[in-house]
């Protein structure tokens, strides 16, 4: 089993920026990808941007290139910065991993993020 703990959402003025991370403990040497979602009030989860162990980054169309993702294997973390923050970004936002070959997938509780206006 691998589990997921989410840190550094909160509230943000607009324009401001943030960053996520995400850590990952358990049986970590099962994971191939990391990434990060989000789910908007009303709206379906959807992809900000994944990495896998090998460096390979993939970032979703909700990015708008505001998201750099980045990890740190070494201590089974992955980090989400996010600048120029727009209240359409207030969203909650999910750690992902999946095994190699995808035959698992893990997700953390989610880490509120709320941008002002």
């Known amino acids: 089993q691998v589990q997921l703990v989410e840190s550094g959402g909160g509230l943000v003025q607009a324009g401001g920026s943030l960053t996520l991370s995400c850590l990952a403990s358990?049986?970590?040497?099962?994971?191939?990808?990391m990434g990060w979602f989000r789910q908007a009030p009303g709206k379906q989860r959807e992809l900000v941007a994944t990495i896998t162990r090998g460096g390979i980054i993939n970032y979703g169309d909700s990015s708008q290139g505001r998201f750099i993702i980045s990890s740190d294997p070494t201590h089974n973390q992955i980090s989400l910065h996010v600048n120029s923050l727009t209240p359409e970004a207030t969203a909650v936002y999910y750690c992902?991993?999946?095994?190699?070959?995808?035959?698992?997938?893990?997700w953390g509780q989610g880490t509120q993020v709320t941008v002002s206006s």
């Open positions: 992902n991993a999946l095994s190699f070959a995808a035959s698992k997938e893990y």
């Open positions: 358990g049986s970590t040497f099962l994971i191939g990808t």
